[in-house]
């Protein structure tokens, strides 16, 4: 059994065997492959034939034999003493890939072009041989550029011109001998006049020839053959060739089409000749391409390169001769913006300007930016407008086209055009604004006609262009100024369709497919805008409650408008943007998406995973107010989903964020139940109620102005409230008016406070402990907030108080030292604007026995 590879284009060869004669003979036309051969016991060459797979050929690949490789398509090899036999190749690669696998066999390197060395011991035999190689191989490269003799154009000769014209297009040799031989002996006449015969005697058998050999001709892709074919006098009789096809049963009519179904009109008088044969040549090159000649085959690809080239070029020059003819153009747009011509005239002329506007993508960038500045100086956006404000759908159709050219081209052009539009309406105080030009064309949109609104869909994608501010110069500011007069303009044209469907916050006003479809197209341009637009759509969004509004499609019937829905505000939360952040906190904006994500069942749906992934980017970014907002209004319910982590991540983030506020508050877990005497740092922002108490008793004095201090309460006792300095530095300053007073009557107080106390001290001799250790040393310190209290304690932190007194006893013997309250404000300025003081006391321990000094500064 043999196993045989596809065949391909890199696989098509012709079979050689030389003759008697020394002559090549034509074995036949098939694809060749290697494989290994049982029989043979060996790898081999096989040749089937392309037109019954017959065998052509089954050469065994012997280590021995000498193969050459000529011409880079052909191997040569001889076998017994008398058999050359040659493979010509159709590409390059099949050739390549077969000497290979030849040279694999025989273990050679494929670079070489032999793959056995001629042998020096003078051995005839191999001498001989290959010298019988390099004769073969020569003379199947001469044979093969030899000139075509062209059998006679006779009915009779048919049969052998097909045959002919097949074999010639395998090669591109023979393919040039061909052409030369079809030129020098002007055939193509010939050939139409054989065909006029066939025709008239109706001989289908000759008629099928005839499109074979015209089909070939077409498909050697000449320059010069297509001028011949192409002429006015030619051109019909070769469309009728192409007509018989052997594989249709009956003839087309393409000579019949254009002939009598096509006519030539001419929307405006064209004076030039040239222009209307290019017009009319290009037509038929164009149904000869698209619709007479037959798709091409795999082995017939880019053969019409030259064709297609032709066409091409065709079309440059039509446009750069109307553009040359200046009266040719201004006719064409005064007819388009004449109101008086009827609908047919002005869809005559608004088709040649489109089809214009399409013959131009051929235009290289330079003269096609020319092109469309002339256009946009004739008025064709003006025409635009007319067009769209009439009432003829085709009118609308061919006006969106050309609007459609002008924006893919120049969007600036079209945001200059609004912009002076609006600068119009300025000064017209008659002026509508429902005319201007995005507004007609959003109009189109909205009413587009169609089902699955085509229309709609491609207007979609130009306004997106529009509004895209990648695209707008910076130089012209036409950010500011073209968004500015959209949002201003337009926009409420663009979302009224939304705004009134989703009037009713429970369900859709209408819930049908086609306006679906129109509200899922609004919400991917104003989502488009969420990402792109910030200052103006988040106004309009604001402004409009339009998330709210928008999340009522969450209860549309259709996934895709839901989705939709979810989209924008997926796009609105990944902003991070505070103001859109609190916009949803104070609208319960996520009331519908968790109730929609319940509605959507369990898992494995579209609605559900959009929710999802929108929680877990939320939890992710770790957006706080969201979270907060989140778990506080709605995780009863979301703590029932445990098949995805997000919302115990949620509660996770929102747990860890209460616990950091509580750390900076000071409100740890045992704050609530302790009293005076437990030792604890209160947070630097609390202020306590023995704080509250300390300042009110200080406000309590006396009329005489003294404190109510006794001489035995020089001293701090262990009961007393531990102040922390770090609460009221962050307590809230007083209002101006009262702050100046408060701050001068704080400082006379403890001034008057603190001479009485020294009096006391002094008069009964009492040197307290507590207040004579280290009174020296103390450092005054500045705090914010006026009057505050000073607990500097002790480094003992020993519980035994006994036994820490007597000590103190022992060594302190020096008396108090009261520092004057300016003097301590004037040193300690500059410590004011530091928190060196707050950092100190906030990491100092509590003690339980005190030392005491108090100051008072002002902040």
Same mark, same amino acid.
């Given at each position: 059994?043999?196993?045989?590879?596809?065949?391909?284009?890199?696989?098509?060869?012709?079979?050689?065997?030389?003759?008697?004669?020394?002559?090549?003979?034509?074995?036949?036309?098939?694809?060749?492959?290697?494989?290994?051969?049982?029989?043979?016991?060996?790898?081999?060459?096989?040749?089937?034939?392309?037109?019954?797979?017959?065998?052509?050929?089954?050469?065994?690949?012997?280590?021995?034999?000498?193969?050459?490789?000529?011409?880079?398509?052909?191997? $040569?090899?001889?076998?017994?003493?008398?058999?050359?036999?040659?493979?010509?190749?159709?590409?390059?690669?099949?050739?390549?890939?077969?000497?290979?696998?030849?040279?694999?066999?025989?273990?050679?390197?494929?670079?070489?072009?032999?793959?056995?060395?001629?042998?020096?011991?003078?051995?005839?035999?191999?001498?001989?041989?290959?010298?019988?190689?390099?004769?073969?191989?020569?003379?199947?490269?001469?044979?093969?550029?030899?000139?075509?003799?062209?059998?006679?154009?006779?009915?009779?000769?048919?049969?052998?011109?097909?045959?002919?014209?097949?074999?010639?297009?395998?090669?591109?040799?023979?393919?040039?001998?061909?052409?030369?031989?079809?030129?020098?002996?002007?055939?193509?006449?010939?050939?139409?006049?054989?065909?006029?015969?066939?025709?008239?005697?109706?001989?289908?058998?000759?008629?099928?020839?005839?499109?074979?050999?015209?089909?070939?001709?077409?498909?050697?892709?000449?320059?010069?053959?297509?001028?011949?074919?192409?002429?006015?006098?030619?051109?019909?009789?070769?469309?009728?060739?192409?007509?018989?096809?052997?594989?249709?049963?009956?003839?087309?009519?393409?000579?019949?089409?254009?002939?009598?179904?096509?006519?030539?009109?001419?929307?405006?008088?064209?004076?030039?000749?040239?222009?209307?044969?290019?017009?009319?040549?290009?037509?038929?090159?164009?149904?000869?391409?698209?619709?007479?000649?037959?798709?091409?085959? $795999?082995?017939?690809?880019?053969?019409?390169?030259?064709?297609?080239?032709?066409?091409?070029?065709?079309?440059?020059?039509?446009?750069?001769?109307?553009?040359?003819?200046?009266?040719?153009?201004?006719?064409?747009?005064?007819?388009?913006?004449?109101?008086?011509?009827?609908?047919?005239?002005?869809?005559?002329?608004?088709?040649?300007?489109?089809?214009?506007?399409?013959?131009?993508?051929?235009?290289?960038?330079?003269?096609?930016?020319?092109?469309?500045?002339?256009?946009?100086?004739?008025?064709?956006?003006?025409?635009?407008?007319?067009?769209?404000?009439?009432?003829?759908?085709?009118?609308?159709?061919?006006?969106?086209?050309?609007?459609?050219?002008?924006?893919?081209?120049?969007?600036?052009?079209?945001?200059?055009?609004?912009?002076?539009?609006?600068?119009?309406?300025?000064?017209?105080?008659?002026?509508?604004?429902?005319?201007?030009?995005?507004?007609?064309?959003?109009?189109?949109?909205?009413?587009?006609?169609?089902?699955?609104?085509?229309?709609?869909?491609?207007?979609?994608?130009?306004?997106?262009?529009?509004?895209?501010?990648?695209?707008?110069?910076?130089?012209?500011?036409?950010?500011?100024?073209?968004?500015?007069?959209?949002?201003?303009?337009?926009?409420?044209?663009?979302?009224?369709?939304?705004?009134?469907?989703?009037?009713?916050? +429970?369900?859709?006003?209408?819930?049908?497919?086609?306006?679906?479809?129109?509200?899922?197209?609004?919400?991917?341009?104003?989502?488009?805008?969420?990402?792109?637009?910030?200052?103006?759509? +988040?106004?309009?969004?604001? %402004?409009?409650?339009?998330?709210?509004?928008?999340?009522?499609?969450?209860?549309?019937?259709?996934?895709?408008?839901?989705?939709?829905?979810?989209?924008?505000?997926?796009?609105?939360?990944?902003?991070?943007?505070?103001?859109?952040?609190?916009?949803?906190?104070?609208?319960?904006?996520? +009331?519908?998406? $968790?109730?929609?994500?319940?509605?959507?069942?369990?898992?494995?749906?579209?609605? %559900?995973?959009?929710?999802?992934?929108?929680?877990?980017?939320?939890?992710?970014?770790?957006?706080?107010?969201?979270?907060?907002?989140?778990?506080?209004?709605?995780?009863?319910?979301?703590?029932?989903?445990?098949?995805?982590?997000?919302?115990?991540?949620?509660?996770?983030?929102?747990?860890?964020?209460?616990?950091?506020?509580?750390?900076?508050?000071?409100?740890?877990?045992?704050?609530?139940?302790?009293?005076?005497?437990?030792?604890?740092?209160?947070?630097?922002?609390?202020?306590?109620?023995?704080?509250?108490?300390?300042?009110?008793?200080?406000?309590?004095?006396?009329?005489?102005?003294?404190?109510?201090?006794?001489?035995?309460?020089?001293?701090?006792?262990?009961?007393?409230?531990?102040?922390?300095?770090?609460?009221?530095?962050?307590?809230?300053?007083?209002?101006? %008016?009262?702050?100046?007073?408060?701050?001068?009557?704080?400082?006379?107080?403890?001034?008057?406070?603190?001479?009485?106390?020294?009096?006391?001290?002094?008069?009964?001799?009492?040197?307290?402990?507590?207040?004579?250790?280290?009174?020296?040393?103390?450092?005054?310190?500045?705090?914010?907030?006026?009057?505050?209290?000073?607990?500097?304690?002790?480094?003992?932190?020993?519980?035994?108080?006994?036994?820490?007194?007597?000590?103190?006893?022992?060594?302190?013997?020096?008396?108090?030292?009261?520092?004057?309250?300016?003097?301590?404000?004037?040193?300690?300025?500059?410590?004011?604007?530091?928190?060196?003081?707050?950092?100190?006391?906030?990491?100092?321990?509590?003690?339980?026995?005190?030392?005491?000094?108090?100051?008072?500064?002002?902040?």
């Amino acid at each position: 059994m043999v196993h045989l590879e596809m065949a391909d284009t890199r696989r098509r060869v012709k079979v050689y065997t030389l003759n008697d004669e020394r002559q090549w003979d034509d074995r036949g036309t098939g694809h060749v492959s290697s494989a290994y051969v049982e029989s043979l016991k060996g790898m081999t060459l096989i040749v089937r034939a392309e037109q019954d797979g017959s065998l052509l050929l089954e050469s065994q690949i012997l280590p021995d034999t000498a193969y050459q490789k000529q011409q880079e398509t052909l191997i $040569v090899w001889s076998e017994g003493e008398s058999t050359d036999l040659a493979l010509s190749f159709q590409e390059r690669a099949g050739c390549d890939e077969i000497w290979e696998k030849i040279c694999h066999v025989q273990g050679k390197d494929p670079s070489v072009e032999i793959t056995q060395d001629v042998v020096d011991d003078g051995d005839d035999d191999d001498e001989l041989s290959s010298s019988r190689l390099d004769d073969s191989a020569d003379s199947l490269q001469r044979q093969s550029a030899s000139p075509y003799n062209l059998p006679a154009c006779e009915l009779g000769e048919l049969d052998e011109i097909a045959e002919l014209f097949t074999i010639a297009l395998s090669s591109l040799v023979r393919r040039d001998q061909l052409v030369r031989a079809i030129e020098e002996s002007d055939y193509i006449p010939k050939l139409l006049s054989l065909f006029r015969t066939c025709e008239d005697l109706e001989n289908t058998d000759g008629l099928h020839r005839l499109y074979e050999i015209m089909k070939g001709i077409f498909l050697l892709n000449r320059t010069g053959l297509f001028d011949v074919l192409l002429q006015d006098s030619n051109i019909m009789e070769v469309v009728g060739c192409l007509e018989y096809d052997p594989a249709l049963r009956e003839p087309r009519k393409h000579r019949e089409y254009l002939l009598q179904e096509v006519n030539f009109k001419e929307v405006v008088p064209i004076e030039n000749p040239n222009l209307k044969k290019k017009i009319h040549q290009t037509f038929r090159l164009q149904y000869i391409q698209d619709v007479v000649l037959p798709t091409p085959s $795999v082995f017939e690809e880019n053969t019409l390169s030259t064709l297609s080239s032709l066409i091409f070029f065709n079309k440059i020059e039509i446009v750069n001769m109307v553009q040359d003819d200046e009266n040719l153009l201004k006719t064409l747009f005064t007819q388009l913006r004449d109101d008086n011509l009827n609908d047919s005239q002005r869809r005559e002329v608004a088709g040649f300007i489109r089809e214009l506007c399409s013959l131009s993508q051929t235009l290289q960038p330079a003269p096609r930016d020319e092109f469309f500045i002339k256009l946009g100086e004739l008025g064709i956006l003006q025409g635009v407008e007319s067009l769209l404000a009439g009432e003829d759908p085709q009118l609308h159709r061919l006006a969106i086209d050309m609007f459609a050219h002008v924006v893919e081209h120049s969007p600036s052009m079209v945001r200059d055009f609004a912009h002076k539009e609006m600068d119009e309406a300025r000064t017209d105080t008659n002026g509508d604004e429902d005319l201007f030009l995005l507004n007609l064309v959003i109009e189109q949109m909205i009413y587009d006609p169609d089902p699955e609104l085509s229309c709609a869909m491609q207007l979609t994608g130009l306004l997106r262009v529009l509004l895209d501010p990648e695209n707008m110069m910076a130089n012209k500011n036409e950010k500011t100024e073209f968004l500015g007069f959209f949002y201003k303009n337009c926009m409420h044209v663009l979302m009224a369709p939304l705004l009134a469907n989703t009037a009713d916050e +429970k369900k859709p006003g209408k819930d049908d497919y086609q306006t679906a479809h129109l509200l899922s197209l609004i919400l991917d341009l104003i989502t488009f805008s969420v990402e792109h637009h910030t200052y103006h759509v +988040k106004n309009y969004i604001l %402004n409009k409650d339009l998330l709210r509004r928008v999340l009522v499609l969450l209860n549309s019937k259709h996934i895709f408008l839901a989705l939709a829905s979810l989209r924008f505000m997926r796009k609105i939360i990944s902003t991070i943007d505070d103001f859109y952040n609190r916009y949803i906190i104070k609208g319960d904006l996520m +009331k519908p998406v $968790v109730d929609a994500l319940f509605e959507s069942g369990k898992r494995y749906n579209l609605i %559900n995973s959009a929710i999802l992934e929108m929680f877990e980017f939320i939890r992710i970014e770790d957006i706080k107010s969201l979270i907060t907002h989140v778990v506080e209004q709605h995780y009863k319910k979301l703590e029932l989903i445990d098949y995805v982590k997000t919302f115990s991540g949620l509660k996770l983030r929102y747990e860890q964020q209460k616990h950091r506020e509580n750390h900076r508050l000071g409100l740890t877990d045992g704050a609530e139940g302790g009293g005076r005497n437990n030792r604890y740092r209160r947070d630097a922002r609390a202020m306590d109620e023995d704080e509250e108490m300390w300042f009110e008793k200080d406000d309590g004095e006396d009329d005489s102005g003294e404190m109510n201090f006794s001489a035995e309460s020089d001293s701090f006792d262990a009961e007393t409230p531990k102040i922390n300095i770090d609460s009221i530095l962050e307590a809230e300053k007083p209002s101006e %008016n009262d702050q100046s007073k408060k701050k001068q009557a704080d400082i006379d107080k403890l001034n008057e406070r603190l001479a009485a106390e020294s009096k006391t001290n002094h008069a009964n001799g009492i040197e307290s402990t507590e207040k004579s250790s280290l009174a020296a040393d103390a450092k005054p310190v500045a705090v914010k907030n006026g009057l505050v209290g000073l607990v500097d304690y002790s480094d003992d932190d020993s519980d035994d108080d006994s036994s820490s007194g007597d000590t103190k006893l022992d060594e302190s013997k020096e008396k108090v030292e009261i520092v004057p309250v300016k003097e301590t404000i004037d040193v300690k300025v500059d410590e004011i604007k530091s928190d060196t003081v707050k950092e100190d006391f906030a990491s100092e321990p509590a003690r339980k026995k005190p030392r005491l000094i108090e100051v008072v500064s002002d902040n």
